[in-house]
C-alpha cells in the first residue's frame, strides 16, 4: 500500500517504524528536516520536508496515488485540513489525530463532513486503558476485542501466585476455569504455552478470556480482584481529563494534583465532580499534606517520563495497590519495568496499534479482514481478531485437523455474544470473531494462520 504519514514525532516515526517493517511504501512529511532525519536514516521511506497542509507538498508525496494518509502533527487543525484536501486530492483512506475533547464530541460529524475514515485520539485511549488496568491486581496492559467480550490481561506471576510451580493443565484440574495463557516472556524468551508449560515467578504472561471469568481466574491464583474507590492523578493533562470521565462512570473519587494555577481552574470548572489540588505533585510535603498516597490507585501523568517514573516509584514504595505510569521513551519504559513498575501507558504505542489493525484491514477488504490489533511484549509478538466469512477456507472443520503455521495460537473464539476458550475438536464458524496470538507473522487475513 502507498501510504503517507503527516508528522514525524514520537506517533508518526513509532508508526512508520511498524509499517515499514510490513514493506509498505511509505512517505513522511514534515516542516522539520531535523524531525526527518532519523526516519530517513534508519527507515526505508521517502521523507518530504514540507509543510503537510499544502496542496503543493501532497501533491509531491503522490496523494493522489495514496491509499491511505495519515496526519499526526501536533495541531488537532492541521491533521484536519490535511485529511480534507488529502481526500479531494483523490486518497482512498485518511487518518486524523484529534486530541481536544471538543473535537473529539464531534467525531461522528467529522467524519461524515470531511470524510474522515478514522480518528485517532491517543489521550482518550490512554485514558480507557488506565480505567481497564485498575479492574485487575498489577496488571501491565489490559486489551479488549469482540466490543469488549473478551479481554486480554498482562501480568508478571509472583511467587505466592497459585499458578506458580506446577504444569497449566495441574492448575487447571484443581482450578477449573474458562480462561487461557496465551503468551509468556521469560527473560528474553518468548514462549506460547501448552498445557504442561510451568510458569515461574517473574515471568510477563497474557490471559485471555472474558472479563467475569478472568476475575475469577485471578481469585484462583490469590489475587482478588481490588475494589478502586479512591484515584489521585498528578498532573492535569488531556489523559487526566478523559480519565477522570471514565472513572466517574464507576463512580470512583478523583483528587487531581497540578502545580499550574490556569490548569487547575480550567480542570475545575471541566470536571467538577474532581477536586483540583493546586500544588508540586513532586514535593513529599504536599503529598502528605494531602495524603495523595492514601488512595486505592496513583497514576502519574505529567509530561515528564522522568517525574512520572520517580512518582510512581514513590507510590508504590508508599505502599499504594494501584500504580500507572505514563512513558514515551523506550529507555524509559524498560527502566520502569526493571525496577518493578509494570502498569505502564504510551499513549504513541497506543495509536500505532490502533492505526496498524486498521492499515491491515484495509489492506484486505475482501477476506477476513483484521478488526482489532495489539502488540505484545515488545512487539515480539502480536494478538489479531478476525471475523470469519465465507472466504475462510477452513470453516466447520475440528481445529486439531487444521495444519497451523508454527509459532502461533487460535486463543479465543466469540460466537453469539459468549466467549470460547478452544480445545482441539471446536470449529471456527462464518460470522466468529477469531483471535490468534502469533509471532508477529504480520497476520493481514484469517486464512494466513495455515500452512501453504
Partial sequence: MKIIIIGNGKVGYTLAEQLSIANHDLTIIDQHSTALQRADSSLDVMCISGNGASIRTLLEAGARQADLVIAVTNYDEVNIVCCLLAKKLGAKHTIARIRDPEYSADAPLLKEEIGL???????????????????????????????????????????????????????????PNRTLMCAVQRGQNVIIPDGSFVPQAEDTAYLIGDPLELQRCFALMGRPMS???????LGGSRIATYLTWELSKSNMNVRIIEKNIEKCEHLSELLPGALVIHGDGTDNDVLEGENIFQADAFVSLTDRDEDNLLMALNAIHAGVPNVAAKMTRPNYIELAKDVGLDSIISPKDLTANIISSYVRSISNSEGSAVERLYKLLDNKMEAVEFTATAATRFLNITLKDLQLKK????????????????????????????????????????????KK
Fill in 227 to 233: 475494589h478502586v474507590k479512591n484515584v489521585a492523578i
Fill in 407 to 450: 509459532g502461533l495460537l487460535i486463543a479465543a473464539i466469540v460466537r453469539g455474544g459468549h466467549a470460547i476458550i478452544p480445545n482441539g475438536n471446536d470449529m471456527i464458524l462464518e460470522g466468529d470473531r477469531v483471535i490468534v496470538v502469533a509471532r508477529s507473522l504480520f497476520l493481514q487475513d484469517l486464512n494466513d494462520i495455515m
Fill in 117 to 175: 475514515d478514522l480518528i485517532i485520539n491517543p489521550e482518550l485511549a490512554a485514558a480507557r486503558e488506565i480505567s481497564r488496568v485498575f479492574r485487575y491486581p498489577s496488571a501491565t496492559g489490559v486489551d479488549t476485542f469482540a466490543r469488549g467480550q473478551v479481554e486480554m490481561v498482562g501480568f508478571t506471576i509472583e511467587q505466592d501466585d497459585e499458578i506458580t510451580g506446577i504444569p497449566l493443565y495441574e492448575f487447571n484440574r484443581i482450578h
